[in-house]
């Protein structure tokens, strides 16, 4: 059999093993009872054998007494001996009144009935009784049972001497139905007499059964289950008499069986209590089962607010004590797998999945009652040229103090600092408006502007960090940190530090994606243009070198900068294709230009990536031999961080791009982390000061020096030195002064289509001309 | 014992009615000039003589007289709750006494219808002697005594006897002539039946009259 729960099973068991002792005690018990109740029925039946015995033996002496009485009586024998038969009678009657005889009766020697106390006259009625007068003669027995006009009656014969023997006297009892009562009351048992017939049948003499009952009544085999019986043959002179003693064995038992009865609710009773018993056992067995059940369930769903208590000191007990321990054992590991996954190893600030979660939870109980709360999302500037020049140990260093910085300027509040990876960081502060985590914000950029030593090693950085507020800027997270990402990019490019987000910036940002797709069918559409802006030489006021720029000129936007598609491209690798355009374009446009005896050196812009793609040099070496134009005419621009980038990879193809007769050029030297030991070991022809500082040197006495010194330093190393961004002729002279070999600005033109350059050209000839003329 | 004593009163009791009166029932002459005896011998029906059966004479002879004698007397004693003799005979009109020996009274009564009577509890001698005056036997008991019983047989001869202990008995001095000689026996079987037999009493008849009779056990 199967049972789903313990406590069943035990129950069942305890029960089984109950109900099988009480059945076995049941049997056992009922079966001596039964026995005994037989037993006791038959010995109550020898007892009533001998208490009948006793009663008729009493009773015979009795009857002889009063008869032996009567007999002797002188007066009596007188009245016999002189045949005074009304004295006889009355004597008769008096001695047998005096023991309540039934029958008193005279008879002659001869056994004529002489008189008789029932007043039945003498004459030829014979005694009845001359066999027991025969055997009273002997002496032998006086006293026998016999049936007289159908009634049974228990008589004595007692002789009349005078003094020889003249008469007998009989006395005799009736057995009738009273007679047998008496003796049922005597005995507790049921009496019956019968004699037999001489066709061998018994009939009723007297009984207390019903006549119903003693008609089934057979002496001569009284086989019967239901009565315990014994059959006792009676002393007499004519047909055989027995008496029947019957005891109802259902009477019998019936005491045997109210005690099994007893015993039956006994056992019952046992059995249910047995049955409660087991139940309460069981449950306090299954009871600390079920409670370390639901322990379990909860340590299983990350409960573990508190241990199961241990109230019981057994296996149970000892059961509880180990499910604790195992709860502290996994709440522990838990705690520190929760870490691991939460923390940023580097730093031991939280990480990117700890912040969601933090937000996340920020957002539900900020938003019933919408209270304000800020998200940073704070980019380091320049980290990645820390990283590449001091190598990413100092890397990790300055991050690790970007961290202490950060926690120690939101000790004072209660906002969240995280690590999301790379240099980027965010900061969540939960109760603040705008104003507040602005006010953070400008606490964390002072914090980092605090000079930063890593090993000795002074490391400037900067930081750009977006502001988002809940739920001003968004009630979801993935929003806010993508506006807080937004503005913090245009906190970076606007070099402002700090930007809260608007919502026209999602709209640029949404542009670009969408420029992003528009770009590829710009490329395969031709919408792009290449414009030319010349470089001016200050030293022969000539013109022979242009820088080749493309242009977007989009059918519905309008023009569109390079500064808002170039990077994009960069980051999706298309830049490679608009090169490869851009390339294929300038230098057939220098075949073009050399056809018409137009002789300007093309300078194109050569991207990071591409620096380091091994087939950078097929590539242009092909496309200068389609075109059959020399390699001189071609220039390469690259900005000092894509060298940085990956130098001994750009210092490898620059080599064999310079090995082609291709001129190299450093673009916008100066902002970058030159190594003047890479620049040195670098094949390059010509330096581009950047513009930044060739806009301000007129007014500021340092970029001026730093203008000053790159021409130095260029010329020192053999390199040409060309400065961007000339807008005024102030500029144009100081750069003349300084002896700088190329001008490039506004100031002189602007980026032009083929056509229009060729115009100005003419005019800048012309202009030279007449200056040179004049 | 018992039975030579019951012999010496039988003696006696012979002598006091007169003894001398009888003859020998064997030798008779005419006129009862000779006295004859007559004998007689008794056997039960296992041939054991019967001791103290009666036997008497009766005479068939209407010449023969009885002697006329004065008043017989016979005494029936009470000896340690016992009637002595058990067996007693007597001529009708004798009259019997009851001499009380014991210590103790006795009542002595008869129902019998020869005689019935009573001697009310006494000591000694009653006053006066019981009179038999009818033949037939007289069974006597003691009311306070069941076992005492004693049996006196009442004829109307004066010529009769008692067998001895060889059952053997002998009348004397019976006149000669012809007699019916008839026995009794207390525990005879059939009382009414005495067996009986005619006799002469003469001188020349020397063997006795054999009688057998059935006798109850005791």
């Known amino acids: 059999m199967r049972f789903k729960s313990l406590r069943a099973r035990i129950a069942f068991v305890v029960v089984l093993m109950m109900l099988g002792a009480q059945a076995a005690a049941y049997v056992v018990i009922s079966s001596v009872i039964e026995r005994n109740a037989v037993s006791n029925a038959q010995e109550q039946l020898a007892v009533a054998e001998r208490v009948f015995r006793q009663v008729l033996s009493t009773n015979a002496e009795k009857l002889t007494q009063a008869a032996t009485v009567v007999a002797a009586d002188f007066g009596f024998r007188e009245a016999v001996a002189t045949h005074h038969e009304s004295t006889v009678v009355s004597a008769l009657r008096n001695h047998g009144s005096r023991i309540d005889a039934d029958l008193v009766i005279l008879a002659g020697l001869d056994g004529k009935l002489i008189a008789d106390s029932r007043g039945y006259t003498h004459g030829s009625q014979a005694f009845p009784f001359r066999a027991l007068m025969q055997t009273a003669t002997h002496g032998s027995e006086r006293s026998a049972i016999d049936v007289i006009d159908g009634r049974l009656y228990q008589l004595v014969a007692v002789p009349v001497k005078a003094p020889l023997p003249v008469a007998w006297v009989a006395m005799g009892f009736l057995i009738d139905d009273r007679m047998a009562r008496e003796m049922a009351s005597l005995t507790s048992l049921d009496v019956s007499f019968f004699d037999q017939q001489p066709d061998g049948r018994w009939s009723t003499l007297a009984s207390t059964l019903s006549a119903q009952r003693t008609a089934h009544i057979n002496p001569s085999d009284v086989a019967d289950d239901r009565y315990a019986t014994r059959v006792i043959s009676l002393t007499s002179t004519g047909k055989p008499v027995v008496v029947v003693l019957q005891r109802s064995l259902t009477a019998a038992m019936a005491p045997f069986h109210r005690l099994q009865s007893t ?40 409960d573990y607010a508190e241990p199961i208590a241990v109230s019981h000191q057994d296996e149970i007990g000892e059961l509880a004590q180990a499910f604790n321990r195992m709860q502290e054992g996994i709440s522990h590991r838990e705690h520190r797998i929760t870490e691991l996954a939460y923390t940023d190893r580097l730093t031991g600030l939280p990480n990117r999945a700890m912040f969601s979660d933090r937000l996340q939870q920020a957002i539900a109980e900020a938003l019933p009652n919408e209270t304000p709360f800020g998200v940073m999302v704070m980019d380091l500037d320049r980290f990645k040229y820390v990283n590449d020049a001091l190598g990413h140990p100092i890397g990790d260093l300055l991050l690790r103090e970007v961290a202490l910085r950060l926690r120690d300027a939101l000790a004072v509040h209660s906002g969240l600092v995280a690590r999301l990876g790379g240099d980027e960081f965010a900061v969540l502060l939960p109760d603040s408006d705008l104003a507040d985590v602005e006010r953070v914000a400008i606490q964390i950029l002072k914090a980092l ?111 569109v900068s390079p500064d808002q598609f170039i990077p994009f491209a960069e980051q999706t690798g298309y830049i490679k294709t608009i090169s490869y355009w851009v390339a294929d374009k300038a230098i057939r446009q220098c075949a073009m230009w050399r056809d018409v005896g137009i002789e300007l050196a093309i300078s194109i812009n050569v991207s990071a990536r591409e620096l380091i793609q091994s087939s950078l040099p097929d590539t242009f070496a092909g496309l200068l031999r389609k075109y059959n134009v020399p390699a001189e005419l071609l220039w390469i621009e690259i900005t000092e961080s894509a060298i940085m980038d990956d130098p001994n990879h750009a210092i490898e193809t620059l080599d064999r791009l310079h090995a082609l007769g291709i001129r190299l050029s450093v673009d916008d030297f100066g902002t970058g982390y030159s190594s003047l030991s890479y620049l040195k070991r670098m094949p390059v022809d010509e330096l581009k000061i950047d513009k930044s500082f060739v806009m301000g040197m007129t007014e500021n006495r340092d970029d001026e020096t730093i203008v000053r010194s790159t021409i130095d330093l260029a010329h020192n190393m053999g390199l040409k030195v060309v400065a961007e961004g000339v807008e005024s002729e102030a500029v ?43 | 014992m018992g039975t030579r004593r019951y012999g010496e009163i039988d003696m006696r009791t012979m002598r006091s009615v007169g003894l001398t009166c009888l003859v020998s029932a064997l030798c008779l002459h005419a006129a009862g000039a000779r006295a004859e005896q007559l004998r007689a011998s008794v056997v039960d029906q296992t041939g054991a003589p019967v001791v103290d059966a009666v036997v008497y004479a009766m005479p068939i002879d209407m010449k023969v007289k009885a002697p006329v004698s004065k008043r017989p007397k016979a005494i029936i004693d009470q000896i340690k709750r016992r009637f002595v003799p058990l067996v007693s005979v007597a001529q009708t009109g004798t009259a019997v006494a009851f001499p009380n020996r014991d210590n103790i009274e006795h009542d002595v009564y008869s129902f019998s219808p020869a005689k019935r009577f009573e001697l009310h509890l006494y000591h000694g001698v009653p006053a006066k002697p019981v009179m038999f005056d009818k033949p037939g036997l007289v069974v006597m008991g003691c009311n306070i005594h069941d076992q005492m019983i004693a049996y006196l047989l009442v004829v109307d001869t004066p010529w009769f006897a008692k067998t001895d202990a060889r059952g053997q008995a002998s009348i ?14 207390y525990r005879m079987a059939a009382p009414e039946q005495r067996p009986s037999r005619n006799v002469s009493a003469s001188a020349s008849a020397d063997e006795p009259a054999a009688f057998t009779l059935q006798l109850k056990s005791e």
């Open chain 1, 732 to 774: 144009l002279q100081r750069l003349t002064d300084l002896e700088c070999d190329l001008a490039q600005g506004f100031h002189l033109s602007r980026p032009l289509p083929p056509d229009r350059l060729e115009a100005w050209l003419n005019s800048w000839h012309e202009a030279r001309c007449v200056t040179g003329l004049r």
């Open chain 1, 263 to 302: 015993l039956l609710v006994i056992t019952l009773i046992g059995v249910l209590l047995s049955i409660a018993g087991s139940i309460v056992t069981a449950r306090s067995v299954t009871r600390p089962i079920a409670a370390l059940k639901h322990f379990a369930r909860r340590v299983g769903s990350g």
């Open chain 2, 172 to 185: 004397d001095n019976v006149p000669g002539g012809a007699y019916r000689l008839a026995v009794w026996h």
């Open chain 1, 449 to 559: 502007e605090q000079p930063i030593s890593i090993e000795g090693q002074p490391v400037d950085v900067g930081a750009s960090i977006g502001i988002v507020t809940f739920p001003d800027n968004g009630v979801d997270m993935n929003v806010l940190l993508r506006r807080a990402d937004i503005a913090m990019y245009v906190a970076k490019r606007s070099n402002a530090g700090v930007a809260r987000y608007e919502e026209r910036y999602d709209n640029s940002s949404a542009e670009r994606l969408s420029l992003m797709s528009e770009l590829r069918r710009a490329v395969e559409q031709d919408q792009l243009l290449l414009f030319y802006q010349p470089k001016v030489d200050l030293s022969t006021q000539t013109v022979k070198y242009v820088e080749a720029l493309v242009r977007w000129d989009h059918p519905t936007r309008g023009y």
